[in-house]
């Protein structure tokens, strides 16, 4: 999920106990990452606040001197991240930032800087930074941009709110192919360690590639472009990623019959955005129903009630409904009891989003979209949309696909090799290599 922390623009005119409210919420949050120097002074911005001015510029000034240090950047070193335990200072280290510190700016006689733990205790120490000072850290600018005094208060005035607030990921999940589970616990480690989940695919999956009776483009070095017949398996794609064990009901205990009426990208997606609300410390609570007898029932688990109404949702997916459509096309829609199957719709729409909804208790809007690969991470900008216009606190992106299952590989893989835009090596090594 991706979470707001504030619900409105921040304009020039707030007051300055607002200002300071948002400054101390955004202390646990890195900035963009980016130096604050400036080889030019800057002018000054007029309207703005004076303090928020000032408190940015203590910021940047503090974790300048910490940097120096701890050879992270001086962007990360600010609010409440322990100076030994986060950033890797020793006591004699912390000692010289706190000297340095009393020796340049003015502070505030009534704390003790010794005795400073965090970034932010040394931030509140700090009164007023140096009229002028100069980087030490060299991780924060180039030596040739260290050169010229800085007046980091007008610099930071024109900070954005973004700059001091920014969106966060608080929870992430990962289901991958390959595996002998799609929701592995070790997903993230296979990736981190570069293990492939690509495999060469079956002789069967091959053939029925070739009974597609594809026609291939083929572009030469030289920009030429001609259509061959594809006859043997060296003329089509032989890799995929294979879907390992996966059952909605029996791993995240959804109903076994709302499961029926989804398809596999919901399915998928739905599992994923289970997951990262666990990631991000939303639980589950579960939703009671009373007998009569006086006996009480767990009906369903949900969000707790405080966030529903200002959670979002957006379902991003290739090729939702897609699956269960062809597989239906196979057996005319027999529900497997010879009858129309009466879960069609919900089964071949793209409805992953109010699934979701639906399961989760979430109320806040929902939406779905397609852009092809690009999918998922254009749900970030919607999701960042909603978050400025105060439609949502935070928002949950599912998303899912399996293009090489059963139903799927043959149409998808079989578009793919008549585009020319899919490999026909069997060997994933060398395929891999450009």
């Given at each position: 999920?991706i979470?707001?922390r504030?619900a409105?623009p921040l304009?020039?005119?707030?007051?300055?106990?607002?200002?300071?409210?948002?400054r101390?919420?955004?202390?646990?949050l890195?900035?963009?990452?980016?130096s604050?120097?400036?080889?030019?002074?800057?002018?000054?911005?007029?309207?703005?606040?004076?303090?928020?001015?000032r408190?940015?510029?203590?910021?940047a000034?503090?974790?300048d001197?910490?940097?120096?240090?701890s050879?992270y950047?001086?962007?990360?070193?600010?609010?409440?991240?322990?100076?030994?335990?986060?950033?890797?200072l020793?006591a004699?280290?912390?000692q010289?930032?706190?000297?340095a510190?009393?020796?340049?700016?003015?502070?505030?006689?009534?704390?003790d800087g010794?005795?400073?733990?965090?970034?932010?205790?040394?931030?509140?120490?700090?009164?007023e930074p140096?009229?002028t000072?100069t980087p030490?850290?060299?991780v924060?600018?180039?030596?040739?941009?260290?050169?010229?005094?800085i007046?980091?208060a007008?610099?930071?005035q024109?900070?954005?709110?973004r700059?001091?607030d920014?969106?966060?990921?608080?929870?992430v999940?990962?289901?991958?192919?390959?595996?002998?589970?799609?929701?592995d616990?070790?997903a993230?480690e296979k990736l981190?360690?570069g293990e492939t989940?690509?495999s060469e695919?079956?002789?069967e999956?091959?053939?029925?590639?070739?009974?597609?009776?594809?026609v291939?483009?083929?572009?030469?070095?030289?920009?030429s472009?001609?259509?061959?017949?594809?006859?043997?398996?060296?003329d089509i794609?032989?890799?995929?990623?294979?879907?390992g064990a996966?059952?909605?009901a029996?791993?995240?205990?959804?109903?076994p019959?709302a499961?029926?009426?989804?398809?596999i990208?919901?399915?998928?997606?739905?599992?994923?955005?289970?997951?990262?609300?666990r990631?991000?410390?939303?639980?589950?609570?579960?939703v009671?129903?009373?007998?009569?007898g006086?006996?009480r029932l767990?009906?369903n688990?949900?969000?707790?009630?405080?966030?529903?109404e200002?959670t979002?949702?957006?379902f991003?997916s290739?090729?939702?409904g897609?699956?269960?459509g062809?597989?239906?096309?196979?057996?005319?829609?027999?529900?497997?009891e010879g009858?129309?199957?009466?879960?069609?719709?919900?089964?071949?729409?793209?409805?992953?989003?109010?699934?979701f909804a639906?399961?989760?208790?979430?109320?806040g809007?929902?939406?779905t979209?397609?852009?092809?690969?690009?999918?998922?991470?254009?749900?970030?900008?919607?999701a960042e949309?909603?978050?400025?216009?105060?439609?949502v606190?935070?928002?949950?992106?599912?998303?899912?696909?399996?293009?090489?299952?059963?139903?799927?590989?043959e149409?998808?893989?079989?578009?793919?090799a008549?585009?020319?835009?899919?490999?026909?090596?069997?060997?994933?090594?060398?395929?891999?290599?450009p």
């Open positions: 999920p979470e707001a504030i409105a304009k020039a005119t707030a007051s300055t106990s607002e200002l300071e409210s948002l101390v919420r955004a202390r646990p890195p900035g963009t990452g980016a604050l120097s400036s080889a030019t002074p800057v002018p000054q911005a007029e309207g703005a606040d004076s303090d928020y001015a408190n940015r510029s203590i910021q000034y503090v974790g001197r910490i940097a120096r240090y050879n950047p001086a962007a990360f070193c600010h609010g409440n991240v322990s100076l030994v335990d986060g950033l890797g020793s004699h280290e912390v010289s930032v706190v000297a510190i009393a020796a340049e700016a003015r502070v505030d006689p009534e704390f010794s005795s400073a733990v965090t970034a932010g205790d040394l931030n509140r120490w700090v009164r140096p009229t000072w030490m850290a060299t924060s600018a180039p030596s040739s941009l260290k050169t010229a005094p007046r980091t007008s610099a930071l024109t900070a954005s709110r700059d001091v920014p969106y966060v990921v608080t929870g999940s990962l289901g991958l192919p390959g595996m002998e589970r799609v929701f616990e070790d993230f981190v360690r989940c690509i695919v079956s002789d999956y091959k053939q029925r590639l070739l009974d597609k009776n594809i291939r483009l083929i572009k030469g070095r030289d920009g472009v001609n259509m061959d017949q594809a006859k043997v398996f060296g794609p032989q890799l995929a990623g294979l879907k996966f059952d909605l029996e791993e995240f205990g959804i109903d019959k499961v029926l009426a989804w398809d990208s919901t399915q998928l997606a739905v599992a994923a955005g289970l997951l990262a609300l990631d991000a410390g939303i639980p589950l609570t579960p009671e129903q009373v007998g009569k006086g006996l767990i009906r688990w949900q969000v707790p009630q405080v966030q529903r200002r979002g949702i957006v991003s290739c090729f939702p897609l699956q269960m062809l597989k239906h096309a196979k057996t005319d829609g027999d529900d497997g009858r129309f199957d009466r879960r069609y719709l919900f089964q071949t729409l793209s409805m992953g989003h109010s699934q639906q399961y989760t208790g979430i109320r809007p929902n939406t979209l397609n852009l092809a690969c690009a999918s998922a991470t254009a749900a970030f900008g919607v949309d909603w978050l400025d216009t105060d439609r606190d935070r928002v949950v992106i599912i998303s899912g696909d399996d293009v090489t299952g059963d139903d799927l590989w149409w998808i893989a079989g578009g793919f008549a585009s020319g835009a899919a490999a026909t090596n069997n060997v994933v090594e060398e395929t891999a290599l």
